[in-house]
């Protein structure tokens, strides 16, 4: 972890958010590394055009002692955490779209990550905490980013807000393979929100962040059988403590990658997953057409309806 936590100190400063047209590249890159590519530092020559500006810190996960799953969730004192937000916000508009990256490191292997978010489509507060992130996203509501990045992440997966939590259960902080992992179908991250946050702008949300000081229990971690659509109901198996500041870091920002996995592993051990899931049907980006004409309601990826003469 010490390798990582040092370059995370190289530079105290943050990227910037890209807006427009400098998101082109979203949607000309390869999407299967972000499940595929095995690393801790991002593929080469791929920029972060989403979550650009984040805080980063080391934290442990305290598993509660009843837990049943195996793997990371029966603990994990070395990890990274990484919060940000999604794409650009404005003071006068209160919406934010937060969510996180935690990057459990095992002795002689590679991490497993976890994420999670609110939502696609955010939330109507700049209170980071107001609301729990989840590992499995109900699709898009807003049509703009229905026909535009949700239609990019459908060519990697037809689960596009579904991530899976299978490879933490597979082996330990310790690098021991698990004989019989066991894991939940989803993670909900509960914030402790006691700041006095509120859903009005007081200051951007990484200055916010760098207020939590260390040894702070940030998160309370719930575990899912079933989809609470279904009746699935949580049961409380652990936290996430703070072993440093939350700290601004050009090289969290720019270079700390965060390995997604798809439902589509799941499935193959657990099919009735595939009942639970959203299955996307809305095409994928390079074989379906945006709609004509473009939707009343923008998003960050409403440049492409421009490009396309749609406006």
Request: glycine share 8%; charged share 25%.
């Amino acid at each position: 972890m010490e390798l990582i936590w040092q370059k995370v100190l190289q530079d105290g400063s943050a990227q910037r958010f890209f807006v427009g047209p400098e998101m082109s590249t979203l949607f000309s890159q390869d999407m299967n590394l972000t499940y595929d590519f095995v690393s801790d530092t991002m593929p080469i020559g791929r920029k972060k055009v989403t979550h650009p500006v984040g805080v980063t810190s080391k934290v442990e996960f305290i598993p509660h002692p009843d837990t049943p799953y195996t793997g990371i969730f029966k603990g994990c004192k070395n990890a990274i955490m990484r919060i940000s937000d999604t794409t650009k916000s404005t003071p006068e508009i209160p919406k934010t779209v937060p969510g996180f990256g935690v990057k459990f490191l095992r002795d002689g292997m590679s991490s497993a990550n976890m994420l999670a978010m609110f939502s696609f489509d955010g939330q109507t507060s700049f209170n980071f905490f107001k609301n729990r992130w989840t590992t499995i996203l109900r699709e898009f509501n807003n049509e703009c980013a229905r026909q535009t990045i949700a239609k990019q992440l459908a060519t990697v997966t037809p689960h596009i807000g579904g991530t899976s939590v299978m490879e933490l259960s597979q082996f330990d902080e310790y690098g021991y393979e698990e004989p019989y992992p066991h894991w939940p179908y989803q993670v909900d991250v509960e914030p402790y929100d006691v700041y006095g946050w509120t859903d009005e702008y007081q200051n951007d949300f990484s200055d916010q962040m760098t207020a939590i000081p260390e040894d702070t229990v940030m998160f309370k971690i719930f575990g899912f059988d079933e989809p609470p659509e279904f009746g699935g109901r949580d049961r409380l198996i652990g936290w996430i403590v703070s072993r440093s500041e939350q700290i601004t870091s050009f090289w969290g920002d720019d270079q700390l990658f965060f390995q997604h996995r798809r439902m589509d592993d799941d499935i193959k051990f657990r099919p009735h997953y595939f009942d639970w899931l959203q299955f996307w049907t809305g095409g994928l980006f390079n074989e379906t057409p945006l709609i004509n004409p473009a939707p009343d309601v923008k998003c960050p990826f409403f440049f492409l309806f421009e490009k396309a003469g749609l406006v």
